[in-house]
């Protein structure tokens, strides 16, 4: 019997100018990099790379909608081809960056409404694939992205979110009570729950006190045995 520890990522959103990444990256294993859509600057995604690469912190890219104002988390109808030009670019945007600062962009994960959309639509979630080249993917468990990327021979990773509610195995809606936590302790013991589902679980960058969140997630997680390393190796 392979006695190993079980390992499991621990992925943040950053660079969308509202959390402190620093603090983050020194907690983390993956970081999503927003990619100007829904927020960050070419001077935020550097200094994020930067970091990263200088902590050995995995780089996404945190692809959205163009919605600067509803932080890309107000619903789209964007057409194929433009959402996949879209995702181009901000991914191209962030690889070029990331290896300027030594480090590469790994995987793709798109944010907000894009990634409530990719669960079940089909054309929006081959328009991500097409924009994001070769990238493994991260994703929502039973999503249309993930079975549609392992169908291209992608490598997929799923996650969960211990500072969400869930019922019916959907996250509940933000505005409903129950959808999002609050408490440390409850977030760090949901993640030891979703863990042994999961590759990575995520904590929102963007949530008053992430960074004390993330800490007791990643205590609870090593205190129940886990290994916390970037999904894939």
């Known amino acids: 019997m392979d006695e190993r520890p079980r390992s499991v990522d621990l992925n943040a959103?950053?660079?969308?100018?509202?959390?402190?990444?620093?603090?983050?990256?020194?907690?983390?294993?993956s970081a999503n990099v927003a990619c100007g859509?829904?927020?960050?600057?070419?001077?935020?995604?550097?200094?994020v790379c930067a970091e990263a690469a200088r902590?050995?912190?995995?780089?996404?890219?945190?692809?959205?909608?163009?919605?600067?104002?509803?932080?890309?988390?107000?619903?789209?109808?964007?057409?194929?081809?433009?959402?996949?030009?879209?995702?181009?670019?901000?991914?191209g945007v962030l690889m070029a960056i990331a290896v300027s600062e030594g480090t590469r962009v790994r995987y793709v994960k798109p944010h907000g409404a894009l990634y409530h959309r990719v669960i079940d639509d089909m054309d929006q979630a081959e328009a991500v694939l097409?924009?994001?080249?070769?990238?493994?993917?991260?994703g929502f468990p039973g999503s249309r992205l993930l079975r549609l990327a392992a169908d291209a021979g992608r490598a997929t990773y799923?996650?969960?979110?211990?500072?969400?509610?869930?019922?019916g195995g959907r996250l509940l809606d933000r505005g409903r009570p129950g959808a999002l936590l609050a408490d440390p302790g409850a977030i760090a013991a949901q993640a030891v729950r979703l863990a042994p589902t999961v590759a990575s679980v995520c904590v929102h960058g963007d949530a008053p006190g992430a960074v004390d969140r993330?800490?007791?997630?990643?205590?609870a997680l090593e205190g129940a045995g886990y290994v916390v390393a970037p999904f894939g190796g």
């Open 130 to 138: 097409a924009g994001s080249a070769s990238l493994a993917v991260l």
């Open 13 to 29: 959103d950053l660079g969308e100018e509202v959390t402190d990444d620093e603090g983050l990256l020194a907690i983390v294993t």
């Open 37 to 47: 859509f829904h927020a960050g600057t070419p001077e935020t995604m550097r200094a």
């Open 158 to 167: 799923e996650e969960g979110f211990p500072d969400r509610g869930y019922a």
């Open 214 to 219: 993330a800490r007791a997630v990643r205590r």
């Open 55 to 91: 902590r050995g912190v995995v780089v996404g890219a945190q692809v959205s909608y163009h919605d600067r104002e509803g932080f890309g988390r107000q619903a789209r109808d964007v057409e194929y081809a433009v959402l996949r030009d879209q995702v181009a670019e901000q991914v």
